[in-house]
Structure formats: C-alpha cells, structure tokens
C-alpha cells in the first residue's frame, strides 16, 4: 500500500480572544464544522491549559483535526489531515472555523503527506508579520541557534545585511544598517538638547541602541534585558553592533523583568523602550494591560520633564499604533510619532517620542551633548 494523506496547516492571526480560552465553545465549533463540511465525526476532546490556552482534537473518519490556541496572541493553529482524495472537504472546514473564530489574517499552507516527505529550506529564514506579508532572508551561514529559557535567537549572516539577529524568528536587528535604527532611539532626545544624566534601556540586549547612546556622554545607564542569553551571544556574534558598550564603567546591566525594575526607579532623565510590542511569548497579560501597565511605570520613574523614546511597529500596523497613541496620550506630553525606512526590515518602522509634564528643570548636561552633537 502506498501511504497518501493530504494536510492544511493555517495559522489564524488576530482571532476574538475570549472564544480562544474557552473549551466547551472550541469543542462546539469544532463539531458543527465537521458536520457541515461533510468530513465523518467519530470523537472529541479537549483539555484547557493553566492559565490560558486550549487544545481540542477531533477523530474524524478521514483522520483528524485539532485545534490549538493562545488567547494571550489573539492566535489559533489548525491541523487537518485526511487521507481521503479531494480538497472540498478540508477547505470547507477552513472556512467554517474562520467564520466563527475571526481572524484578522490566515496563513495557510496545504502539503501532500506521504513517502517521501521533505519540506525543509535550510537556507532561508523567515521574520513573520501580521500585515499581510512575510519577509524571507537567505542564510549565508547560521553562526549560533539555541533556545533560551525564553525564546528562540538565532544568529545568521546574510550577503547584504551582514550579521542579523532574530528572536522567535522575528529580525531585531541587521549588522550592515543597525546605526540607523539605533540613532531613531537615540534623535529625539538630542534634538531636544536633553539632559543625559541616568538614562534607563530596556530591551536592547544586542547591545545597539547602548553603544550609539555611549557617544553622548550619558553620566550613567542602566539596560535591563530579561534574557541574558541574548547578550552573550551579541558580544560573541554581533560585536560590531556593540562594541565594547557592555563593558564601560558608566554602564550596569540588569538581567531581569522591566516592569520589576520600574517598580523602584525614580527620577530618570530618559528612557529608551527596545522591547517588543507583542509581549505574548513572556507574558499572558493582554497586550493593551502590558503596554499600559509599562508605560505607566516608564512615566513614574522620569523626572520632570523626562523624555521616554522607543521603537513601535511597522508603518502598516494601524492597530499598534493606535493603541500606543492611546496610552501615550493618556499619561505624556509632546508625543510625537516618526517614520524611518530600515533596509533590512524592508519597510518604514515607526518610532515615537513623549515627555512627562514640564516642571523647572536643570539643563546642567546640556553642554556636554551640544558638544557631542557636534562631534557626530
């Protein structure tokens, strides 16, 4: 017998969260949409995962179906597999479960199971987006790959871009154009001759957005960055994006969670936010609740007049940047939104800036960064 079997795997982007969490719901959808796609049902079952997520698989005459969701990402993972001949069935099921989950995007791909298989592309990765295309990059050679305790960091170099850093498969930052990116971080608060007194990073554990922060003089700084792994893999593979910026006196290195650290700092002149703005993979927090809580915590810990700058998205996430104008808006002053084309992204990345309300205010620093400006 010649095994043959035909498998869609879809990955629902943006799904309605609640739904996602709830069993007895996914179990009741799954089971309508085997009936009314004209597949067999033979079996369900379900188990729900503490504190979210929810896996429901179904027998079916032709072989099975399973759902897997993440409420925290808005995110569900289809698999559907049939050994019977014909697509009709498969792709009416697909149709029925984006009728009733929602998804905003679907990434789906249909792969005929047998033997032999073989899907691998060695050669590429690919930086996942949820604006309706994917971004592919060709590896020229893969110089470190390893699962921290908190993601996946592989390290490629690539023939236009150089040394490339991803994250769960998602590009942080490109060798051959990372000053780019790193001096949006660093502009606003030159432009507005800002005092470089303490300076707060969060994020940035390639070591990027500190090292051009270093040409400035700041009188100190602190870069708080959960995952230590992702640091010693930069000094070792990225070092011409951080040079020697970990190891300067006026530069403490905290490994640990940025809200932790906001919770006792005070009187900051600046601080820069290189996080993600999808923390679903270290939090189960909703994301709005994240950003809020963070930004928050940012404003307590400035001084009057602090300034707070940060990466925010791709100039086509509509949805990110809505919801940080909503929080900066709420609790800062002078907000402003900024757009600059990275090369290695492929696209224009949004970058923001805000202030805490002015009160008088030294600008003892002023000075020295006038003169460093100068220098650049």
Known sequence: MKPLGSQIIAEFVNCSRDILDDQQALEAILHRAIQESGLTLISTSGHKFDPVGVTVVAVIGESHVVIHTYPEARHASIDIFTCSNGSHAKNNLVRFLEKELKPSTIRLIDVNRGNPLEINEKDWITSFS???????????????????????????????????????????????????????????????????????????????????????????????DIDEAVIEASKTYLSSVC???????????????????????????????????????????????FLGSIFSGIRRSLGAGGMVTMQCCSEFDAETRRLLSEILCDSYV???????????????????????????????FAGSIERARTLR
């Not at 970058?351 to 009160?359: D, L, M």
């Open 130 to 224: 949820s604006n309706g295309y994917e971004t592919r990059y060709h590896i020229r050679q893969t110089l470190y790959s390893a699962r921290s305790r908190y993601q996946q960091i592989d390290i490629i170099d690539n023939e236009n871009f150089g040394r490339m850093l991803f994250l769960d498969r998602d590009l942080q930052i490109a060798e051959n154009d990372a000053q780019l990116y790193n001096a949006n971080l660093v502009a606003p608060l030159l432009r507005e001759n800002h005092p470089l007194g303490r300076v707060a990073i969060l994020g940035g554990g390639d070591g990027g957005v500190l090292a051009e922060l270093l040409k400035y003089e700041p009188v100190s700084v602190v870069l708080v």
């Open 243 to 289: 040079g020697e910026a970990f190891e300067q006196p006026n530069v403490e290195v905290l490994i640990g969670d940025a809200n932790e650290y906001l919770a006792d700092a005070r009187g900051l002149d600046a601080v820069i936010y290189d996080l993600t703005m999808y923390p679903e993979a270290l939090t189960s927090a909703d994301r709005h609740e």
């Open 334 to 364: 002078d907000v402003d939104f900024m757009t600059s084309f990275i090369p290695a992204f492929c696209e224009n990345w949004v970058f923001a800036s805000a202030r805490v309300k002015h009160t008088a205010r030294t600008r003892r």
